[in-house]
């Protein structure tokens, strides 16, 4: 058994090929913990306290060099003790043995940065970036506040329908109140350079906390 960086991954073979095992956190997802804000007729502001915590989680496994590659509400785990990002199975950055290093082919569609739906499209391939993983946030907060898919299209539509509506934009006006709103404006920004890093994303969401 090995431990692969960032920690809390162990990994190894078995007859039936490789495994991998991460740690088990207890807690709220992000989407059912914001659950009371989708409510017909809630108005309230989600809690910025907990939107840090979910940015905070993000901008320490950027600070190691690493690219989570599938953040969404389901993988922010929320508790008294703080937020726990978790599936870590996509994680880019470090090095990675040959024998345990997969092609990265997107990941849940609903939070893919334009610029990992188009790669996939064009190539059948992505690399997870520290950008796409903000975006990735924006997404995820997004939906956790409203109930809404960043990017509109139908619910049966295929994987490639999908990436293609979020290649195409624009994505659905961002009506959460407050500082989050305007954040996550920022975040969703078609362009990489153009959003904010995951840093930059604490340092606002404490200013406005």
């Known amino acids: 058994m090995q431990q692969l960086s960032p920690g809390g991954v162990s990994y190894g073979d078995w007859e039936h090929g490789t495994w991998n ?45 690493w690219a989570h590659g599938d953040i969404q509400p389901a993988h922010l785990i929320i508790s008294a003790e703080g937020t726990a990002l978790i599936d870590l199975a996509l994680a880019h950055g470090g090095d990675i043995p040959a024998a345990y290093d997969f092609g990265y082919r997107g990941c849940l569609v609903h939070y893919e940065s334009p610029e990992i739906s188009r790669s996939v499209l064009e190539t059948g391939t992505a ?74 994303v604490c340092k606002e969401l404490s200013s406005g906390h």
């Open 127 to 200: 690399t997870p970036t520290m950008a796409a993983d903000v975006y990735a946030l924006g997404a995820s907060l997004f939906i956790s506040a409203t109930g809404l898919r960043h990017v509109a299209y139908p619910d049966d539509a295929s994987r490639k329908a999908q990436r293609q509506a979020i290649v195409d934009g624009p994505h659905r006006p961002v009506n959460v109140p407050g500082v989050l709103g305007k954040l996550i404006e920022a975040m969703l920004s078609p362009e990489p350079a153009d959003r904010p890093t995951s840093a930059e």
């Open 21 to 65: 095992i991460q740690s088990w956190h207890q807690g709220e997802s992000l989407y059912d913990l914001w659950q009371p804000h989708r409510a017909e007729g809630a108005s309230s502001e989600p809690d910025l306290g907990e939107a840090l915590s979910c940015a905070e989680a993000v901008a320490a496994l950027h600070a190691t060099g």
